[in-house]
Antibody, heavy 126, light 109 residues
Framework: EVQLVESGGGFVQPGRSLRLSCSAS????????MTWVRQAPGKGLEWVAF??????????EYAASVKGRFAISRDESKNIAYLQMNSLETDDTAVYYC?????????????????WGQGTLVTVSS | EIVLTQSPGTLSLSPGERATLSCRAS???????IIWFQQKPGQAPRLLIY???RRATGIPDRFSGSGSGTDFTLTISRLEPEDFAVYYC??????????FGQGTKLEIK
């Protein structure tokens, strides 16, 4: 059974850092584009970042709002994906979801974003 | 940057009725990369439709997706009580990554 479990959220002051983890089971994080999506309180969904699978170069992509501040990575030996968040701003306050995608290579033929974690709340405030 | 605009913002219908949700792109896009999600309060999004019209595993056939170019539609043929939720469309563009529409809230009338 495929499962994604996020951890690492919490309360942090502006300018500080936080690292989120996404522990996967039932599949290998190396076989998918591991992806982070966030949702600010009462707001809609916002894609944050993904890291493609090795066959697609293991390249990373970021939303403009987090580029240069956030870094996505994964550890295949532990089957965990990470989101390192630096220089946090109050606008980064959100529930952060881990999901698996095909990193733009679904061609509409395969299900994308088919499994999600339950989310972890990050609150950035002074 | 391509923007997805969903309408209406809120749709009030009764169980048994037909729901039609719209997702309009600011320029023509590939239907291959249009996805629809359902989200209930306190829950993660759930994949409904990918490739604009393909139902994900386990999704009832009352859900259908259609469209091309700039206009895409999610149709729920006969609303069940569990269908009342927020629905998002999403698009992938190689130059900018993924983008979501702002959502349509489907509420019980």
């Amino acid at each position: 059974e495929v499962q994604l479990v996020e951890s690492g959220g919490g309360f942090v002051q502006p300018g500080r850092s936080l690292r989120l983890s996404c522990s996967a089971s039932g599949f290998s994080v190396g076989d998918y584009a591991m992806t982070w999506v966030r949702q600010a309180p009462g707001k809609g969904l916002e894609w944050v970042a993904f890291i493609r699978s090795k066959p697609y170069g293991a390249t990373t992509e970021y939303a403009a709002s987090v580029k240069g501040r956030f870094a996505i990575s994964r550890d295949e030996s532990k089957n965990i994906a990470y989101l390192q968040m630096n220089s946090l701003e109050t606008d980064d306050t959100a529930v952060y979801y881990c999901t698996r995608s095909l990193g733009g290579y679904s061609y509409g033929l395969k299900p994308d974003f088919d499994y999600w974690g339950q989310g972890t709340l990050v609150t950035v405030s002074s | 940057e391509i923007v997805l605009t969903q309408s209406p913002g809120t749709l009030s219908l009764s169980p048994g009725e037909r729901a039609t949700l719209s997702c309009r792109a600011s320029q023509s896009v590939s239907s291959s990369y249009i996805i629809w999600f359902q989200q209930k309060p306190g829950q993660a999004p759930r994949l409904l439709i990918y490739g604009a019209s393909r139902r994900a595993t386990g999704i009832p056939d009352r859900f259908s997706g259609s469209g091309s170019g700039t206009d895409f539609t999610l149709t729920i043929s006969r609303l069940e009580p569990e269908d009342f939720a927020v629905y998002y469309c999403q698009l992938y563009v190689s130059s900018t990554g993924y983008t979501f529409g702002q959502g349509t809230k489907l509420e019980i009338k």
